[in-house]
């Protein structure tokens, strides 16, 4: 089934340790690449974003994500992660056409300090 | 400039009563979706609205389900007759009309405990 996974539900990390969090989707066509991140008791907010060009983007506090077309993944880094970047995180994609974001199930990180 | 509004935050229910989740999008937005988020899980689309118009609702469930986003006012999620399968956190997300920029815009969400 076509799909958007996230390998890793759980994630604990130490602070200052580096982090990266698979994604990979399975629709042809073309996408656009979401990260959002959900601090506990807030709502999602936008970490990054991949439309065209570039494919290493940048975003908020830090953090990367790369988009590898032939992978079919849209991975998301940062080299050292604090205590606040506790939260879950989710990868989406938008599948040009068909008017939605398609969310994957979410990796849970705790950063202990 | 006021983000994606939500209410209630919270919203507790008995079994058989009525939901109504509101929904007001971010200014100059006229594009709203609602997405589901049950408990350990990633958010799920429901349905996809314009002024006045269902454009996508291959998200919602057959029954029981509904949204409207009138010319006035905000969108409204309604639930008839809840379950406990209900309980969830909906989330409501806006864009603009007419641009490339498909990024969306979510609101805090309405978690909704069915008892």
């Known amino acids: 089934a076509q799909s958007v996974s996230q390998h890793n539900h759980h994630v604990i990390l130490s602070e200052a340790a580096s982090l990266e969090l698979g994604c990979n989707y399975s629709?042809?066509?073309?996408?656009?690449l979401f990260w959002y991140v959900q601090y506990p008791g807030q709502h999602l907010q936008l970490l990054l974003k991949y439309f065209s060009g570039d494919p290493l983007v940048k975003g908020i506090k830090g953090f990367e994500a790369e988009f590898i077309k032939s992978k079919f993944s849209f991975n998301l880094r940062k080299p050292s992660v604090q205590w606040s970047d506790t939260a879950e995180y989710f990868c989406?994609?938008?599948?040009?056409?068909?008017?939605?974001?398609?969310f994957g199930a979410g990796t849970r990180l705790a950063v202990h300090p | 400039n006021a983000g994606v509004m939500q209410n209630p935050r919270h919203l507790v229910r008995r079994r058989g009563q009525e939901a109504r989740l509101r929904c007001s999008p971010m200014k100059g937005h006229s594009h709203v979706y609602w997405y589901r988020q049950l408990p350990e899980e990633g958010l799920k689309f429901m349905v996809y609205l314009q002024k006045e118009n269902i454009i996508d609702e291959s998200g919602m469930p057959k029954e029981r389900f509904s949204a409207e986003f009138p010319k006035e006012g905000p969108s409204i999620l309604r639930i008839q007759q809840v379950v406990r399968g209900d309980s969830a956190a909906y989330f409501c997300?806006?864009?603009?009309?007419?641009?490339?920029?498909?990024?969306?815009?979510f609101g805090p969400g309405t978690r909704l405990t069915v008892l």
């Open positions: 629709y042809g066509g073309t996408v656009n």
């Open positions: 989406a994609v938008f599948r040009w056409g068909y008017n939605k974001l398609i």
């Open positions: 997300a806006s864009s603009p009309p007419n641009t490339d920029n498909n990024e969306q815009f």
